[in-house]
């Protein structure tokens, strides 16, 4: 039997080993790898920091220019006899509606287009003819308001606006141009 020989682990001398004809090599200690956490962890915290911030001035931009989160409607008024001069109603996204008018506010639109119109004058060609899902039409009716909307392509119509913004300029004008074109 061949006897045992005692081994030395040392961390300076590793063992040799030998296999089949190959010259003895040392088997070195194996060292845990030791990895850098910290730039990856500073590039996430950066962009969550960043994530943060932009939401954070996000909803003070909203909150600062009268908006509220989630909306930026002001409320339709409840009856049209609650509608008051210099009210405005509708969104504030002035990029979208940019495109103005200003006239009486009656019913009824042309062959199908525009649910109502604006009367800027007696000649019917003057007239602007309306719809818009942001603000209820029908509280303004007989009023002269000044619409913001987008101009929309009228087969019919001369021009056709889907309003997003609405001011009330004066009350019942309808009725005071009638009475001034009767006399």
């Known amino acids: 039997m061949d006897e045992l020989k005692p081994i030395k682990l040392d961390t300076e001398t590793a063992p040799t080993t030998t296999t089949n004809n190959q010259l003895p090599t040392k088997e070195l200690p194996m060292e845990p790898v030791k990895k850098n956490f910290l730039v990856p962890s500073l590039i996430i915290v950066g962009i969550l920091a960043g994530l943060s911030t932009g939401y954070f001035f996000a909803q003070k931009k909203l909150v600062a220019s009268g908006g509220s989160v ?86 019919k119509a001369g021009w056709l606006m889907d309003v ?15 009475i001034e074109l009767a006399e």
């Open 70 to 155: 989630g909306t930026q409607l002001t409320q339709n008024p409840t009856s049209a006899g609650s509608v008051k001069v210099g009210e405005t109603f509708g969104t504030k996204d002035e990029a979208t509606f940019r495109d103005t008018a200003e006239g009486v506010l009656q019913p009824g639109g042309i062959d199908g287009e525009g649910s109502h119109h604006i009367e800027r004058g007696t000649n019917k060609s003057q007239w602007v003819y309306i719809t818009s899902s942001v603000v209820d039409l029908d509280m303004f009716i007989g009023h002269r308001v000044e619409v913001w909307g987008e101009t929309n392509q009228g087969k």
């Open 164 to 178: 997003g913004k609405l001011k009330v300029l004066e009350l019942n004008a309808a009725e005071i141009n009638n």
